[in-house]
């Protein structure tokens, strides 16, 4: 019943910019953390951001800080993902998480932290 459904992937050209959505169902995103993860061809999954369930200030991974971007659209339940200034090394199949619900602490970008997940969105970039 419940799911994360990540969309928004597609191909851009280096500087381009893409929003990603991760839509659920089944629970009330307001209530959990939010993790954006990626992960390339013969690369470990990489946590890149987070937003908290009280909406506190997210957290980016230095590969990121800067360009992207995490917020909430709560009458939509859902999450984005603003990525501007996109560049190859930023091509990847991208998940989004959602953690058990109502954590007392805050988020982090760590995969084990997180309980659901979606089936994940390609980026491409590419001249």
């Known amino acids: 019943q419940v799911q994360l459904v990540e969309s928004g992937g597609g191909l851009v050209q280096p500087g381009n910019s893409l929003t990603l959505s991760c839509a659920a169902s089944?629970?009330?995103?307001?209530?959990?953390?939010i993790g954006w993860f990626r992960q390339a061809p013969g690369k470990e999954r990489e946590g890149i951001s987070c937003?908290?369930?009280?909406?506190?200030?997210?957290t980016y991974t230095d590969s990121v800080l800067g360009r992207f971007t995490v917020s909430r659209d709560n009458t939509k339940n859902t999450v984005l993902l603003q990525m501007n200034n996109l560049q190859p090394a930023d091509a990847a199949v991208y998940y989004c998480?959602?953690?058990?619900?109502?954590?007392?602490?805050?988020?982090?970008?760590?995969?084990?932290?997180?309980?659901?997940w979606g089936r994940g969105t390609q980026v491409t970039v590419s001249s």
């Open positions: 998480a959602a953690d058990a619900g109502l954590s007392i602490v805050s988020c982090d970008v760590s995969p084990r932290t997180y309980s659901y």
């Open positions: 089944g629970l009330n995103l307001n209530y959990y953390h």
């Open positions: 937003i908290s369930n009280n909406n506190g200030g997210p």
